[in-house]
């Protein structure tokens, strides 16, 4: 009976040895698998993005070096006036109200040349128009609002200037992209022609560069649309203000000439 017992008492220390060391080699097993799984992730993810940039590169080269230059060319012309026109509206711009607070202030109390001087120190157009009209006091409401038009108009044609050029790449970049599709299918025409036999492999190098120049031809259209939409209402934006601020500034002077 006693020797039975040992028995038993054996088995299931061995039993137990067993399950541990069988847990212990399931769990490495467990650790090393996702920590694989880990790394490739990681691999395919830096694979991913590396291959994206190489992707646009082989596409570019791909549509061919003249034309896509040409259109790479416009974009980044197109994008260096845009910004050019961007930072200077945005440092244009003005805080109406407070400027015509401030000039009515320097009116009533120091007169015509306290509020040049406050214009003077403001920035923007609208500051400008409003030393223009000041500095005509002298000769009469009449000549006041002919040099705040005049002066108006200089103003807005400083805030549109090169905004045409954008206009220009956003039509020459698809024109360019659609010469590209045009110069492929006559390319992939040519093969067809040179071989005698219509394949597949013969039209299809041509019928890609003239994919590709188009969509990279609309896809500059589109970057410059956006910017120049922005560009042309923030124009009319200090447009607007420039206008209420002429209009404010003759009920001002009129103020004071009562």
């Given at each position: 009976?006693?020797?039975?017992?040992?028995?038993?008492?054996?088995?299931?220390?061995?039993?137990?040895?067993?399950?541990?060391?069988t847990?212990n080699?399931?769990?490495?097993?467990?650790?090393?698998?996702?920590?694989?799984?880990?790394?490739?992730?990681?691999?395919?993810?830096?694979?991913?993005?590396?291959?994206?940039?190489?992707?646009l590169?082989?596409?570019?080269?791909?549509?061919?070096?003249?034309?896509?230059?040409?259109?790479?060319?416009?974009?980044?012309?197109?994008?260096?006036?845009?910004?050019?026109?961007?930072?200077?509206?945005?440092?244009?711009?003005?805080?109406?109200?407070?400027l015509?607070?401030?000039?009515?202030?320097?009116?009533?109390?120091g007169?015509?040349?306290?509020?040049?001087e406050v214009?003077?120190?403001?920035?923007?157009?609208?500051?400008?128009?409003?030393?223009q009209?000041?500095?005509?006091?002298?000769?009469?409401?009449?000549?006041?609002?002919?040099?705040?038009?005049?002066?108006g108009?200089?103003q807005?044609?400083?805030?549109?200037?090169?905004?045409s050029?954008?206009?220009?790449?956003?039509?020459?970049?698809?024109?360019?992209?659609?010469?590209?599709?045009?110069?492929?299918?006559?390319?992939?025409?040519?093969?067809?022609?040179a071989?005698?036999?219509?394949q597949?492999?013969?039209?299809?190098?041509?019928?890609?560069?003239?994919?590709?120049?188009?969509v990279?031809?609309?896809?500059?259209?589109?970057i410059?649309?956006?910017?120049?939409?922005?560009?042309?209402?923030?124009?009319?934006?200090?447009?607007?203000?420039?206008?209420?601020?002429?209009?404010?500034?003759?009920?001002?002077?009129?103020?004071n000439?009562?």
């Amino acid at each position: 009976m006693k020797r039975l017992f040992s028995i038993i008492a054996i088995a299931c220390v061995m039993a137990f040895g067993t399950a541990n060391a069988t847990t212990n080699a399931n769990a490495n097993t467990i650790v090393s698998t996702i920590a694989n799984t880990t790394q490739d992730e990681a691999a395919a993810d830096a694979e991913e993005s590396l291959g994206f940039h190489q992707e646009l590169k082989k596409r570019f080269i791909e549509g061919g070096p003249g034309f896509m230059g040409i259109v790479l060319l416009c974009l980044i012309l197109g994008l260096a006036i845009a910004i050019e026109r961007i930072i200077f509206l945005n440092l244009s711009t003005t805080n109406t109200k407070k400027l015509t607070q401030n000039v009515e202030e320097a009116l009533s109390s120091g007169g015509v040349d306290s509020a040049k001087e406050v214009c003077r120190n403001t920035k923007g157009p609208v500051a400008s128009i409003f030393y223009q009209g000041l500095d005509r006091v002298d000769e009469g409401l009449d000549n006041v609002e002919k040099a705040v038009v005049a002066y108006g108009g200089v103003q807005m044609g400083q805030l549109e200037k090169n905004v045409s050029w954008i206009s220009l790449f956003i039509a020459l970049a698809p024109m360019l992209g659609f010469m590209g599709t045009v110069i492929g299918m006559i390319q992939a025409f040519d093969k067809i022609e040179a071989a005698g036999d219509m394949q597949p492999s013969l039209v299809a190098g041509g019928i890609k560069v003239a994919l590709l120049t188009t969509v990279f031809g609309l896809i500059v259209a589109i970057i410059l649309q956006i910017f120049y939409n922005y560009i042309i209402a923030k124009i009319d934006g200090i447009v607007n203000d420039m206008e209420d601020a002429s209009i404010t500034l003759m009920d001002l002077l009129i103020r004071n000439k009562k």
